[in-house]
């Protein structure tokens, strides 16, 4: 089945970028999403990428998909103490409403 | 438009014990998930819907049942809480193919 991988955990200081990534197994994958957990709250969704596209950009967030290598990125420019939160990603294929999830990246940004 | 809606938000229950968990959304989505949160493993899918009065088995399906009487409402039961079942629960819905939308999370303490 379909398996999607991250990195437990990420520091980084405050201003300075923050590289999330993810990689998953299933090529096949379409839609492939970002989401956010602050402590406490449920899952935010940030953004989101179609297989089709390599980057797209909203604001601060910056997503990154190379489809050869199964491999998705999130950056955060500028990385604000409110970014602290754990990030999930997570891929659905064609024709299926379901998301598999990865574990999440808890990402720490010092003061 | 309050989204998607859990209730409760918290309980604990004593090994044995049953109760329902209540998701309720409002922006008449076909599709209705819930999916447990452990630590360090992402969230898994224990049942999903596809419509008014149909149910089907996610990922992880032992020990819950679901319902889905009404397009809105998606009820899940525990008919005999084991310590196991201890965990964040999350209700989403969405669209066809489309985002899913996550609740604040119901936390369940099973003594």
């Known amino acids: 089945g379909e398996d999607v991988e991250q990195s437990l955990f990420l520091s980084v200081r405050e201003g300075d970028s923050s590289v999330i990534n993810c990689t998953y197994t299933d090529s096949s994958s379409t839609y492939l999403y970002w989401y956010k957990q602050e402590p406490g709250a449920g899952l935010q969704l940030l953004t989101y990428?179609?297989?089709?596209?390599d980057m797209k950009q909203d604001q601060r967030l910056t997503v990154l998909l190379n489809k050869k290598d199964k491999h998705l990125s999130l950056r955060i420019a500028d990385t604000q103490t409110g970014d602290s939160a754990i990030y999930f990603c997570a891929v659905t294929r064609p024709s299926s409403y379901k998301l598999i999830f990865g574990s999440g990246t808890r990402l720490l940004v010092r003061p | 438009n309050a989204g998607v809606t859990q209730t409760p938000k918290f309980r604990v229950l004593k090994t044995g014990q049953s109760m329902t968990l209540l998701c309720a959304q409002d922006?008449?989505?076909?599709?209705m998930y819930w999916y447990r949160q452990d630590p360090g493993m992402g969230l898994r899918l224990i049942h999903y819907?596809?419509?008014?009065?149909?149910?089907a088995k996610g990922e992880v399906p032992d020990g819950y049942n679901v319902s889905r009487l009404k397009k809105q409402n998606f009820l899940l039961g525990l008919e005999s809480a084991a310590p196991s079942q201890t965990s964040v629960y999350f209700c989403?819905?969405?669209?066809?193919?489309?985002?899913?939308?996550f609740g604040p999370g119901t936390r369940l303490l099973v003594l």
């Open positions: 819907s596809v419509g008014e009065g149909t149910t």
């Open positions: 922006m008449n989505h076909e599709y």
């Open positions: 989403a819905s969405s669209g066809l193919a489309e985002t899913q939308y």
């Open positions: 990428i179609f297989s089709n596209m």
